[in-house]
Each structure stands twice: as C-alpha cells, then as structure tokens.
C-alpha cells in the first residue's frame, strides 16, 4: 500500500486533508463539529501513511513502528508522571497532552523525513 502512490503525493494529500478538515471545522461545521477533536488529530493518521510511504520508499525500512512504539511510551511516561508525581490524573488533561504530543511528532517527523528524502 505504501508504494502505490509517490511518497511527495502522500504529502500532498495530507496538507490538503489537513486544509479542508480546517476550513469545514472553521467555517461550516462550527456547530457540529466535536470540540474535543482538532482536524489535525485526524490528519495524524494520514500522516502516517506519508510517514510509512516515504520511509519505505526512500531507504527500504517503515520508521512507523518505531514511532508508534515510541508515542506509547509517551503516553506510559505521562500517565505515570501525573499519577505519581502530579498526584491528579484526569482522562481529559492525559489525552489531550497525549494527543497533542503525537500531533507535534508526527508533524515534525513528516517534514524531517521529506527534507532528508529531497536532499539525499
């Protein structure tokens, strides 16, 4: 599946996805959209795809696992660090830090992996 379509595509595909959840939750769906849900937290997953798409592509290995295993991890240290050292975990706060972490990677991770695969 990551082979089909060139990895630039797969960028492409994920700004322009990115762009218009942005726009419908910005301008049409105001109402109906769910608060708790950012249009890039469903980019993320887009995001992926160009992240497995390019890595394979490029150098022949998925850097996805690697990444999930790590962003599980993430999640492992910030439930532990405010359960025991906060002394107040809440779903919300956890999830919401959680998420917006793995937005921040996966993001950097896209545009780190489309420069190497420009330049080199």
Do not use: C
């Amino acid at each position: 599946m990551a082979t089909i379509v060139a990895w630039p595509i797969t960028i492409v595909i994920t700004l322009v996805l990115w762009g218009v959840l942005w726009g419908s939750k910005r301008f049409f769906l105001q109402s109906s959209w769910p608060k708790w849900v950012e249009p890039v937290d469903i980019a993320t997953v887009v995001a992926w795809w160009s992240i497995q798409s390019i890595s394979y592509q490029n150098w022949g290995h998925s850097f996805l696992l690697p990444l999930l295993l790590m962003l599980v991890l993430w999640g492992i240290a910030i439930a532990l660090y405010q359960t025991f050292l906060g002394q107040n975990f809440t779903l919300q706060r956890f999830g919401r830090q959680w998420f917006r972490i793995m937005n921040i990677t996966t993001m950097s991770l896209v545009v780190i992996l489309a420069l190497l695969s420009w330049l080199l």
